[in-house]
């Protein structure tokens, strides 16, 4: 069965060059075969496409309608591979990218405008959302994710360090006092998370590798961490967050860090997370170096602590 693509190419070859024969020479074909591909179209289509005879080759009405579709449809294609193939080349195209939260409007949303002066032909969605979200089923070519990878046929990338960090605001500390072991943080109201097992809601673990777990006492539980930071801003409770979310509260003075006999969990890392292809698609690449490139060597929340 011959190829319906390949016979319409060798259909408007045949009526630009006048004749079987000359269509064949100009597509390195047999005369043979340039004739089966015709009658191959014709057998499908149940018409004539010719006018035969010995002196000129004419198009019958219905052959000049299907010429016109054909024109139409391979001209798309050309379009369509030559834009395909451009966009291997060069960024472009819609990016679909999904982050944590509180991390997108600190540390993705303020970097997109350069972004998109440097990339001007990629149109970036952005999602965020504090589960975990499926790039395959839910179409995302792109996301970033803090915390621990599952084994998955997933790829991923290591952006960045995050650290935590235990703090409150001096209203808080001045009117309560400041705990210097693990064990005085049970007598403290601690701002629980509700998402993380680790610094989560009922219990929050120290030490590096979170050797040391102690239970605590909330008056407020949340699933996002700016809601936390903002009622340790008001002096509820005591925080204990990634740096990313208190930078700059750390570094104006309104929240104060707290240094207890055990240290605060070592952290998580942020990676870039995306679906394997042969070809990593020019825009996915563009934004996982974007962003490398701005998290490296040290990340800007960890800055926040090295600079006055």
């Not at 219905?62 to 294609?77: A, E, F, T, V």
């Not at 001045?174 to 509700?194: I, W």
């Amino acid at each position: 069965m011959l190829d319906r693509l390949t016979s319409m190419q060798v259909f408007v070859r045949v009526v630009g060059q006048g004749s079987f024969a000359a269509a064949a020479r100009s597509l390195n074909l047999s005369q043979t075969m340039v004739t089966k591909h015709v009658s191959a179209l014709e057998n499908h289509l149940g018409i004539a496409l010719f006018h035969r005879s010995t002196r000129r080759l004419s198009l019958t009405e219905p052959g000049r309608l299907y010429l016109d579709r054909c024109q139409i449809l391979l001209s798309n294609l050309e379009d369509m591979e030559q834009e395909v193939s451009a966009e291997a080349l060069e960024p472009r195209g819609l990016l679909r990218l999904n982050t944590p939260v509180s991390f997108a409007i600190r540390h993705v949303a303020p970097l997109l405008p350069e972004f998109s002066r440097r990339y001007p032909l990629v149109t970036v969605e952005l999602g965020v959302d504090d589960r975990r979200v499926d790039p395959i089923t839910e179409g995302w070519d792109l996301t970033l994710r803090i915390g621990h990878l599952p084994p998955s046929s997933l790829k991923a990338r290591r952006l960045a360090h995050i650290s935590f960090t235990l703090c409150a605001a001096p209203s808080y500390l001045e009117q309560h006092g400041t705990p210097k072991t693990v064990r005085e943080l049970q007598q403290h109201n601690c701002l629980g998370y509700t998402l993380s097992d680790a610094v989560g809601s009922t219990r929050w673990s120290f030490g590096l590798n979170g050797e040391r777990t102690i239970p605590i006492h909330s008056t407020l539980r949340a699933n996002n961490g700016d809601v936390l930071r903002t009622a340790a801003l008001a002096g509820q409770g005591i925080l204990y967050q990634p740096t990313f979310i208190v930078a700059d509260e750390l570094r104006s003075g309104l929240l104060r860090p707290i240094t207890l006999d055990m240290p605060v969990l070592h952290g998580p890392d942020l990676h870039a997370v995306y679906v394997p292809t042969t070809h990593v698609p020019p825009k996915v690449r563009a934004m996982i170096d974007f962003l490398a490139e701005h998290y490296a060597p040290v990340p800007p929340w960890e800055q926040t602590f090295t600079q006055p």
